[in-house]
């Protein structure tokens, strides 16, 4: 990883399903980026103590920060959202189709063995895909080295 690039301290916290890393940098109010499903995001708030969250909700992030923010509303200060979504993709046909086919044991296995996702769906879903270049991409990959470390919570 190039510390120059990334210099934070990395950090982990142990869930049921498995380790999330996490970033803890800064002073001040706390500002929340989410990315992981919505039970270890409520494990994790409680774990870390955190309170009046702003919460920085993207992509899939949307969803889940929603749900958590729902259900917790008293510990959200505020909420940030950007491509994203608060609907149901039920009757999305290409999103059903593609979590069918990322949750079926060809999905997870070209994640778990090949790094699926940061090799070939980043780069395939980005606007401008030369800025995407290798060193970039070695950032979503070496944090996963093997596959026992590409497990998804």
Known sequence: MDREEYPFKSNYISTKSGKIHYIDEGEGEVLLFVQVHAENLAFVVNALQLNNIT????????????????????????????NSWFWSVKEDKTLRNFSKFMGSTLGKNLCKYFNFFPRVLMKMDLGYKKKFNKTIQRHYTEPFPHPETRKGI
């Open 55 to 82: 919460l920085i909700l993207h992509d899939w992030g949307g969803p889940i920060g929603i749900s958590y923010a729902e259900n917790n509303a008293d510990n959200v200060k505020g909420l940030i959202v950007f």
